[in-house]
Nanobody, 115 residues
């Protein structure tokens, strides 16, 4: 059974930083494409950052230069370091394994950025 457990969300002022963590069980992160997605109220879920099994990373244009996705193979954990946060980054952030069409999603963690 695959489980993805996110943590690290919270309330932060604009310009601040947060690091999200996604601890995976039932799946080995280094063998899969892992990603972070987000969904703001009234908007569709969008891809924020992904890391492939080869370690290739991709980012949404809106977060390039501010967010960094990484993984710790020993801890089977994926991270999203978010710097210089903006109010428009406010959303529920979800960890994903296997891509947008997979069934493997975490429960989500709320990130709120105040102006």
């Amino acid at each position: 059974q695959v489980q993805l457990a996110e943590s690290g969300g919270g309330l932060v002022q604009a310009g601040g930083s947060l690091r999200l963590s996604c601890v995976a069980s039932g799946i080995i992160v280094r063998f899969n494409t892992m990603g972070w997605y987000r969904q703001a109220p009234g908007k569709q879920r969008e891809s924020v950052a992904t890391i492939s099994s080869r370690g290739i990373t991709m980012y949404a244009d809106s977060v390039k230069g501010r967010f960094t996705i990484s993984r710790d193979n020993d801890k089977n954990t994926v991270y999203l370091q978010m710097n210089n946060l903006k109010p428009e980054d406010t959303a529920v952030y979800y960890c994903n394994a296997g891509g947008r069409t997979s069934n493997y999603w975490g429960q989500g963690t709320q990130v709120t950025v105040s102006s």
